[in-house]
């Protein structure tokens, strides 16, 4: 299985700030990357596909990049409404697999 | 507008069975994978399952093979998790999630709300 893995855990930033979530590979998945935010008690949002590309309606302050292992997330101008549990995944092959979460809290 | 609604969450002893349901609207889902996915309380997302869009194939995490079957009926727009044989660690809000696929490869786009599934005595 393809582990993936989230860093950092959890992060604190301020509201206007620019935050970069890492999540790595544990083996070579191309582009097949996407990225979730998740709300308490609320369903996953789809916010990126193919490590870089930006699901419809997500703004544009949201922008992915990486391929192979290593993918970022990057959140520049934070707004107050971005405070969620964000996910990475990979989709290249069975089992589909997530990475542990990243808590991002505005101060 | 595309919307995914699941239904037949509750409480079930260890060993029994439940069925979910996931009825799609906003789309035709002939033309879809469709996958379930599950969240343990205060946990991260596990994929579950996936099946292909005429039900030919089907997808399993290892932790439920055998124990859960995923199904689909086009007819009506549904999919379906059928879990039996089920543990305390299948306890979960389980999301149905449909899957694009395009030239970024195939990805979920968009989410159930989520049913809640418990398995306790």
């Known amino acids: 299985d393809i582990q993936m893995t989230q860093t950092p855990s959890s992060l604190s930033a301020s509201v206007g700030d620019r935050v970069t979530i890492t999540c790595r590979a544990s083996q070579g998945i191309n582009i097949y990357l996407a990225w979730f935010q998740q709300k308490p008690g609320k369903a996953p949002k789809s916010l990126i596909y193919a490590a870089s590309s930006l699901h419809s309606g997500v703004p544009s302050r949201f922008s992915g990049s990486g391929s192979g292992t290593d993918f970022t997330l990057t959140i520049t101008s934070l707004q107050p409404e971005d405070s969620a549990t964000y996910y990475c995944q990979q989709y290249t092959s069975y089992p589909y697999t997530f990475g542990q979460g990243t808590k991002l809290e505005i101060k | 507008e595309v919307q995914l609604v699941e239904s037949g969450g509750g409480l079930v002893q260890p060993g029994g069975s439940l069925r979910l349901s996931c009825v799609a609207s906003?789309?035709?889902?002939?033309?879809?994978?469709m996958s379930w996915v599950r969240q343990a309380p205060g946990k991260g997302l596990e994929w579950v399952a996936n099946?292909?869009?005429?039900?030919?194939?089907?997808y399993y995490v290892d932790s439920v093979r055998a124990r859960f079957t995923i199904s689909r009926d086009n007819a009506k727009n549904s999919l379906y998790l059928q879990m039996n044989s089920l543990r305390a660690e299948d306890t979960a809000t389980y999301f149905c999630?449909?899957?694009?696929?395009?030239?970024?490869?195939?990805?979920?786009?968009?989410w159930g709300q989520g049913i809640l599934v418990t398995v306790s005595p």
């Open positions: 999630a449909r899957i694009f696929c395009g030239t970024g490869g195939c990805y979920y786009d968009y």
């Open positions: 906003g789309f035709t889902s002939t033309g879809f994978w």
């Open positions: 099946i292909k869009p005429d039900g030919s194939g089907k």
